[in-house]
C-alpha cells in the first residue's frame, strides 16, 4: 500500500479545481488486512468506509483478508481509507504495490500470539478460580466488596480471567458498537458486562459466567484463525508457485534480480530443479519441465527452443534460457490468482440468500433472548439471575458467523483447489452452475478431437507403391494452404519421401482439389466428384496388392479380384470411419487413395464415460462438420447424440435449445477450444474452454478454463462442483440446525453458556470449514477414490 502525502494531493487537487477539469477523478485502492478473517470483521470495516464521503465502492473478502475499494481522490486519499480502517479496530498491512504474505505469515503462530498468551493467562485464572470455588473451599475468603457486593477470592480469581481474557473483545465490541455493527463481538461484550452487572445489581455472583465466556469465546475465535488460515493457505500456495528472485544475462554475466526488475525482452537463466520465474519462449537448451502448477499435467512437458514456458513450473532436468515475454503482474500465473481471488469475491445465490437471511437472524434472536430474559421467570419460575444468564446464552447464540462463512469458505477451497490441478473456474456461481448441469455438450474439433487433421490411410492404385502415391500427393499440396494439404505433406516429409517432381501450373479447384503438371504430367488430387468429372469410373479401379505398401484398410478392400468399387465400397467405409478421402492420379489413371481424419483424443471415450457414471443425463456433440463423420465420432466417442452441418449461429440456436429443455435446477455446459467457440460457450449455461494456457482470450471468455490440453478434467471439475454443492448444503443447514437446537433449549435450562461458546460459535465455525477443506481431497483421475 502507498499513502500518498497530502500536502502535494491536496495541490494537484487545487490545480484542477483551478482548470474546472472535473474529468475521471475515480481511483482505486487494495489494502490487506489480516486480521479481517470473518464477517463480523468485514462487517466493521465495511460500516466505518461507508462514512467516509467520496467513496464509489468497496469489497471486503475476508477469506482472503483484502479489501478493495473504488473512491474519488479529488474527495479522499489513501491516508483516509487506511483511518477508516484504522476506525473499526484493524491495520492494514500492506496494499497491492507490496508482498503482503510475510504479514500473513506471521499469523500461523496464532497460539502464542499475544492474545493467545492472554487466553491462556485467563484461563488459568479461571481453573484457579474454580477449583478456589469447588474444592479448596476454606480458601475462598471474602477479600472485599464491590458496589456493596462482597467479593471472594474465587470471584477476584474470575475478574482478573475477564481482564485478561476479555480486553480484546471488550475492544472489538467497542468498535462494533462504534460502527453500530450488532456482531458478535459487540453480543459478547454486552453479555460480559452484563453477568458483571448482574452480580452486582442481583447480589448474585456471575463472574464465573464472565468469566467462562471471556476465556472461552477468545478460545473460540482462536480456533477460527486457525481455521481461517488453513482455508487462506490454499489461496497462498498459489501465490508461492513462482519464485521471488530471476536470474538474468545481461552483457554476458548473470545477474540475480527480483522478478518485479524483469522486462519483457530480458533473457532468463533456468538450471535444473529451478522454478520459471517468468513467462517466456526457449531460445537455448531443451529440458523437461513440469508444468503441473499450472495445467495440472502429471507428466513433464518436453521443452526445445521455440517452446512456450509458464512462470511457476518447474525445470526438472536441462538448462533453459528464456527471453522473457510478459511482466511478472501479466504473466499467466499472475492472471490465474487474480482471477481466483475475483472469483472468490463474486457472490453465489446462496451468498446472497445467506446474506439476506443473516441480517434478519441477529435481530430475531436478540429480541428472542430478552423475552427469555423477562418471560422465564413468570413462565417457568425461574429465579432472575438463571434468566439472566438465559438471556447471555441466546445473545452468545445471536451471530450468525458460522452460518455466512459456511459458503464462501466453501467456494474458496473449491476454486482454489481446482486452479492447483489445472482447471480455472472464473467465480463461485459458476462452481455451483457446472455441480448442477445435466447436459454437457462438446464442439468436435479440437475438443473431442486433436483438432490435427494426419494421413491415416494410403491406398496404392494401378502398380504404384504408398510412397509413389504420398510423393506425388506431396508435390500437388505443397503449395496448398489448406489443412488437408498441410497434412499430406506432413506425412510425406515424415515417411523421409523426397525427389518431388518439378511443379508447375498449379491451380487451386476451390471446393475440389488442386491441379498441377508435375513433370510436365498434369495431376489431380480432390474430392471423388473432381475424377468423375473427368470420367473416371470409380466403381472399377485396380489395387496394388504387390510391389507396394498396403495398409490393412486396402488388403481388406482387395480381396474381390485385386478390383476396388471406390465409389460405393472404399470411400463410404473411410467416410464412415470419419475420415476425408482423397484421390490422387493422372487425367487418365488413378493413381491411388488418401484417408485424412481428425484423430480422436485418446482419453475422449473414457471422459465421456466417466461423466456418465457421475450422474451426466445427457451428452451431446455440435459440429460443423458433414453428418458422416459427425456420426462416426460420436459413435466412437459414446455421446448420445449428435447435430452436424451446424453453422455458428446454428450452433448457438442448438445450445439454447438444449437450456430450454434443461430442468429449472440444471444446466448445460459447453466444452469447447477457445475463441471461436466464444458465441456458444456464452450461450451455455457454463461455458468450458479448452487448452487455456497462455490464451489470454479463452482465459477472459470462459467461465472455466482447462488450462492443459486435457479432456480427462472434465470429469473432475463436474465432481469437484458436485460435491461443493453438497459440501454448502451441509454447512448451510448444518450451522443453522444446530443453533437452532441449542436455542430452543436454552429456556428449559439445556444449554450452558459454555456450551453456546464452543459449540453453537466456534465449533460451527470450525466444522464448517474443516468441511470445506475436504474439497481439496478430490483429485484429477483419482474420482474414485476421492469422492466426498
Not at 464462501?408 to 483447489?417: A, E, H, L, R, Y
Amino acid at each position: 500500500m502507498t499513502t500518498a502525502d497530502s500536502g502535494p494531493q491536496e495541490d494537484r487537487r487545487a490545480e484542477r479545481r483551478e482548470r474546472g477539469d472535473d474529468g475521471d477523478s475515480d481511483a482505486a485502492a487494495s489494502f490487506d488486512v489480516p486480521d479481517m478473517d470473518c464477517p463480523t470483521c468485514a462487517g466493521k470495516v465495511e460500516s466505518a468506509l461507508d462514512r467516509v464521503e467520496g467513496i464509489r465502492s468497496r469489497e471486503t473478502r475476508p477469506t482472503t483478508g483484502r479489501v478493495t475499494v473504488s473512491y474519488d481522490e479529488e474527495r479522499v486519499s489513501e491516508e483516509d481509507l487506511v483511518n477508516a480502517i484504522e476506525d473499526a479496530g484493524y491495520t492494514p498491512a500492506g496494499g497491492e504495490d507490496e508482498d503482503a504474505a510475510p504479514e500473513m505469515a506471521e499469523r500461523g503462530e496464532i497460539w502464542t500470539s499475544k492474545r493467545g498468551i492472554k487466553t491462556w493467562i485467563s484461563g488459568a485464572f479461571l481453573a484457579v478460580g474454580l477449583a478456589v470455588e469447588f474444592l479448596l473451599v476454606a480458601w475462598n475468603a471474602p477479600v472485599g466488596s464491590l458496589l456493596g457486593t462482597e467479593l471472594f477470592v474465587a470471584d477476584a480469581l474470575f475478574l482478573l480471567a475477564v481482564a485478561s481474557g476479555g480486553q480484546a473483545i471488550l475492544r472489538d465490541g467497542y468498535y462494533s458498537a462504534r460502527n453500530l455493527n450488532l456482531d458478535i463481538d459487540f453480543l459478547m461484550s454486552v453479555a460480559i458486562l452484563g453477568a458483571l452487572l448482574a452480580s452486582v445489581g442481583f447480589g448474585e455472583a456471575l463472574y464465573f459466567e464472565a468469566a467462562t465466556l471471556a476465556f472461552l469465546f477468545s478460545v473460540a475465535e482462536l480456533l477460527e484463525d486457525e481455521a481461517m488460515d488453513r482455508a487462506r493457505n490454499s489461496m497462498r500456495e498459489l501465490m508461492d508457485l513462482s519464485p521471488n528472485e530471476a536470474t538474468i544475462k545481461r552483457g554476458g554475466d548473470e545477474e540475480t534480480v527480483p522478478v518485479a526488475a524483469v522486462t519483457p525482452g530480458d533473457v532468463v537463466v533456468v538450471r535444473p530443479g529451478e522454478k520459471i520465474p517468468m513467462d517466456g519462449e526457449v531460445i537455448e537448451g531443451e529440458s523437461a519441465v513440469n508444468q503441473a502448477p499450472i495445467t495440472g499435467e502429471s507428466v513433464p512437458v518436453d521443452k526445445t527452443v521455440g517452446d512456450e514456458v509458464f512462470a511457476g513450473t518447474i525445470n526438472e532436468g536441462g538448462y533453459l534460457e528464456i527471453r522473457v515475454t510478459a511482466t511478472a503482474s501479466d504473466n499467466t500465473l499472475s492472471r490465474i490468482v487474480e482471477l481466483v481471488e475475483d472469483a472468490g469475491a463474486k457472490q453465489t445465490e446462496r451468498e446472497q440468500f445467506v446474506e439476506r437471511f443473516a441480517s434478519y437472524y441477529t435481530p430475531v434472536v436478540v429480541a428472542f433472548a430478552i423475552l427469555v430474559t423477562l418471560g422465564t421467570p413468570f413462565v417457568f419460575g425461574v429465579g432472575w439471575p438463571t434468566a439472566v444468564v438465559y438471556g447471555l446464552t441466546l445473545l452468545v447464540l445471536a451471530c450468525p458467523c458460522a452460518f455466512v462463512i459456511s459458503t464462501p469458505v466453501s467456494v474458496v477451497s473449491g476454486i482454489t483447489s481446482a486452479a492447483k490441478n489445472g482447471v480455472l473456474i472464473k467465480g463461485g456461481k459458476h462452481l455451483e452452475a457446472m455441480g448442477a448441469v445435466d447436459v454437457v455438450a462438446f464442439d468436435k474439433t479440437g475438443t473431442l478431437t486433436t483438432g490435427e487433421l494426419a494421413v491415416t490411410d494410403v491406398v496404392p492404385l494401378n502398380g504404384n507403391t504408398e510412397a509413389d502415391v504420398l510423393r506425388c500427393a506431396r508435390g500437388l499440396e505443397q503449395r496448398s494452404e489448406h489443412p488437408v494439404g498441410e497434412a499430406i505433406v506432413a506425412a510425406a516429409a515424415d515417411a523421409g519421401i523426397d525427389g518431388v517432381d518439378e511443379v508447375a501450373e498449379f491451380e487451386s479447384l476451390t471446393g475440389k482439389g488442386v491441379r498441377a503438371d508435375l513433370g510436365g504430367t498434369p495431376h489431380l488430387a480432390g474430392k471423388p466428384g473432381l475424377f468423375e468429372e473427368f470420367g473416371f469410373d470409380l466403381s472399377h479401379v485396380h489395387a496394388t496388392t504387390d510391389g507396394g505398401v498396403v495398409t490393412t484398410t486396402a488388403r481388406r478392400l482387395c480381396e474381390r479380384n485385386n478390383c476396388l468399387d471406390l465409389l460405393d465400397d472404399t470411400v463410404p467405409e473411410l467416410q464412415a470411419e470419419g475420415k476425408t478421402v482423397i484421390l490422387v492420379g493422372t487425367e487418365d489413371e488413378l493413381e491411388g487413395v488418401i484417408a485424412v481424419a481428425d484423430e480422436v483424443r485418446p482419453e475422449a471415450e473414457r471422459t465421456i464415460a466417466r461423466l456418465k457414471d457421475l450422474g451426466v443425463e445427457r451428452t451431446v456433440m455440435l459440429t460443423g462438420d458433414n453428418e458422416r463423420t459427425a456420426r462416426a465420432i460420436a459413435d466412437r466417442v459414446g455421446v448420445d447424440e449428435f447435430r452436424a452441418e451446424l453453422l455458428p449461429e446454428e450452433k448457438v440456436a442448438a445450445l439454447r435449445e438444449l437450456v430450454d429443455e434443461s430442468p429449472d435446477d440444471g444446466g448445460v455446459a459447453m466444452v469447447g477450444d477457445g475463441v471461436n467457440d466464444a458465441p456458444a460457450l456464452a450461450t451455455a449455461t457454463v461455458g468450458i474452454a479448452m487448452g487455456a494456457a497462455g490464451t489470454d482470450t479463452a482465459l477472459e471468455t470462459a467461465d472455466v478454463a482447462l488450462m492443459a490440453d486435457d479432456l480427462s478434467k472434465l470429469p473432475y471439475l463436474y465432481e469437484l462442483a458436485h460435491d461443493a454443492n453438497g459440501v454448502i448444503r451441509q454447512n448451510i443447514w448444518a450451522s443453522l440446525g444446530i443453533k437452532a437446537l441449542l436455542a430452543i433449549g436454552v429456556p428449559f435450562g439445556l444449554v450452558p453458556i459454555w456450551l453456546a461458546v464452543l459449540a453453537g460459535d466456534a465449533g460451527m465455525t470450525i466444522g464448517v470449514t474443516g468441511n470445506a477443506m475436504r474439497l481439496s481431497r478430490v483429485r484429477p483421475d483419482e474420482t474414485t477414490q476421492t469422492s466426498v
